[in-house]
């Protein structure tokens, strides 16, 4: 699929998310490594194993606390190809450097004579190679190096041993090692053509013709092709939200200026939500937003009020500066099978409860 670069680069930032999608996986990382260090340095007794064993695990500690300190702002903020990139690297860097320090340790024991501790360790590089295929598979470009520098020292130290057993075990990790590469490469490549499908189909589809926002159709055709994809636990939310002060924008600017106005809030809206988000235009001033994939509901919360900080901004028209605001009434769902129109009415009803209670700009209803 030829992909346009405003298309590449949506799919690039969603690619870039997947590392931060999950983070127990490295949790449970940390404690082997804390656990497989205590036992290898025990086996082996070597004052190098040991330093070698205590960095590891500290880059481990700093792989773990950098990748949560910037989950949210990876899961839940909007991402240009820059700030994607960015991401990227801060995670890939700590994430290089404890592969490398994990990779030293192995090849340290293969070159040893302890068979236990090799044991041991060859069954915590292949874990972790596994690992690395399967939590950060999306971004080769992280995952491959990742992979070759932890096991890449122990089958090199294996073959150095000159000895059938272990030589038989290099050459059958080497080949774990290019099936386990390829399979990353084929993994990339497939889902990296499903999320452009995905996105191009909602580029594509009915669109308003003012806001060039999907329009309501077109929003229910999205939600039900993804609704299907929700796995257990998983929350989606449904925004609802309407202009405060928009028609009396109407009324002393004239409708040309309205319109203006409407397109204007579509791109607010636009750059609000992340890239996997799907915006429309409901009808009038009225939108609707879907949000897939949430792990907590305060992602919900915050992609609310991101939209309500970026209408209540001034709009310039001409020498004029026009103010109004957004109402926002929010579901939150979890349930496999709810309808859309069922969530667009429940999302409608706390936006007309959230004007009754709090008539003032700007409010916001769960």
């Not at 290099?170 to 452009?196: C, D, K, N, Y």
């Not at 995905?198 to 060039?212: K, M």
Request: with cysteine.
């Amino acid at each position: 699929m030829t992909q346009s670069d405003p298309l590449a680069e949506k799919v690039y930032v969603e690619l870039v998310r997947s590392l931060y999608a999950n983070v127990l996986p490295s949790k449970i990382m940390l404690g082997v490594t804390g656990l497989y260090v205590l036992l290898v340095g025990r086996s082996v007794g070597s004052p190098v194993l040991w330093t070698l064993g205590a960095a590891t695990c500290a880059a481990c500690v700093l792989r773990v606390s950098i990748t949560v300190a910037l989950r949210r702002r990876a899961m839940t903020a909007p991402l240009d190809r820059a700030g994607a990139r960015r991401l990227e690297l801060t995670f890939a860097l700590p994430y290089y450097l404890y592969a490398i320090l994990l990779g030293l340790v192995g090849g340290y024991v293969f070159l040893e004579t302890d068979p236990q501790a090799q044991m041991l360790t060859i069954c915590v590089l292949v874990g972790y190679c596994a690992g690395v295929a399967t939590g950060t598979g999306l971004r080769p470009f992280v995952a491959i190096p990742s992979m070759c520098m932890a096991i890449g020292p122990a089958i090199a130290a294996a073959l150095l041993q000159f000895e059938p057993v272990h030589a038989g075990m290099a050459l059958i990790a080497l080949a774990f090692l290019a099936g386990g590469s390829q399979s990353v490469l084929a993994q990339h490549r497939l889902v990296r053509t499903e999320i452009g499908k995905r996105l191009t189909s909602v580029s594509l589809a009915r669109r308003d013709g003012l806001t060039a926002l999907p329009n309501r159709l077109a929003l229910r055709e999205y939600f039900e092709e993804n609704a299907v994809l929700l796995g257990p636990g998983s929350v989606v939310a449904v925004h609802y939200l309407d202009l405060d002060g928009f028609k009396p924008v109407n009324d002393r600017y004239g409708h040309a200026a309205g319109d203006e106005v409407l397109a204007s809030v579509a791109d607010r809206l636009r750059g609000a939500v992340r890239s996997g988000d799907i915006v429309a235009r409901l009808g009038g001033d009225e939108f609707g937003i879907v949000q897939f994939g949430l792990n907590r509901n305060e992602e919900a919360d915050l992609l609310a009020r991101r939209i309500v900080a970026a209408i209540a901004q001034p709009f310039h028209m001409g020498e004029d500066v026009i103010q109004i605001s957004a109402c926002v009434g929010t579901v939150l769902s979890n349930e496999s099978g709810t309808d859309l129109e069922d969530l667009l009415r429940s999302a409608d009803a706390k936006l007309y409860q959230a004007k009754r209670s709090r008539p003032a700009a700007g409010t916001l209803a769960f």
